[in-house]
């Protein structure tokens, strides 16, 4: 009879084991799906940052081309009054050599005249010089200001792909955000008919918690959900069962008092049980996704209260129904 009892004990202690690895399998995935979620909040940020550069960025290449349509206006005006100078000096020098060649060079007054019209001459051909690097110079400036331009307009656009997709990660964080109080205020409304001293309903960091009280789902001990516990889980089922884009983690959490029973270790052991037990009436009393759901144990390890007091013992068996948004369409802004 002992040895019959014996392998009972060791078949459920091998039955206990093959689900916690499952558990340990699935509360890793969403433990990633939570440091995704807080990528994004840093993306998100990183965007905002980006997007202050881009505009400070534009900002400069818009006085820069400012800058240089006043450049480019003056040197065009200074270079139309060096054409306007060369035109009537040039039309001087022409009617003054007209005049040497009509009356001859051979008298002293046209010596003279010659005499004023090289040093004309010269003058024009500096004046010239100067013209032709005028122009070279305004030619420059307008290359410049092209370039400038094509800077500017290259900064608008990415400015705008980069606001468009931090304003798109925005919406799809907001839409995920309004979602998640929709889904406080569903579950809060199933479950009117318990009291607050039995759970919780609120949020954090983006996500519900619902927070059930170790009286309300177990006596002490126990991994067996009681009537008024599986009550409770079918109204907060029913919810979960209309919001098909939630992932949901049960976390069973125990006192620091030590347990040991013929079936169970230890503290975490019990608080593993007690998850996959409220896992199954989730899942036995709708057609949730098995996939959507994961269990995990946390023992005596995550503690609301650190203490001993009867009331800061009580407080910490808990189990907590954590209800997540998936992040896919989020993701997918990111290309992640």
Known sequence: MKQIIGLLVFAMLIGACVPLKQFEELSERNGLVEDE??????????????SNEYESDLERAKKKVDALVSDTLSLSKRLRRQQFQYEDLNASYTELLKGVKSTGAGNGKNKELLVYLQKLQDDLLKREDALLKSEE??????????????????????????????????TALSQKDEAMLALRKSVSDALMGFSSDELKVHMKNGKVYVSLEEKLLFSSGSYEVNAQGVSALKEIA????????????????????????????????????????????????????????????????LPLKKGNSANELRSNRRTEIILTPKMDEVLNLLDI
């Open 137 to 170: 110079e305004l030619n420059n400036q307008k290359r410049e200001l092209r370039a400038a331009i094509e800077e500017l307009e290259a900064s608008k656009a990415k400015m705008l792909s980069q606001n468009k997709r931090l304003q798109e990660l925005e």
């Open 238 to 301: 029913t919810v979960l069962e209309e919001n098909k884009s939630i992932n949901v983690i049960v976390e069973g959490h125990t006192d620091n008092i030590p347990y040991k029973s013929a079936v169970l270790k230890d503290n975490w052991d019990l608080s593993v049980k007690r998850a996959t037990s409220v896992v199954r009436i989730l899942l036995d009393n709708s057609s949730i996704d098995p996939i959507r759901i994961s269990a995990a144990g946390k023992g005596e390890f």
């Open 37 to 50: 979620i807080e990528m994004l909040r840093a993306e998100n940020d990183a965007l905002k940052v980006k």
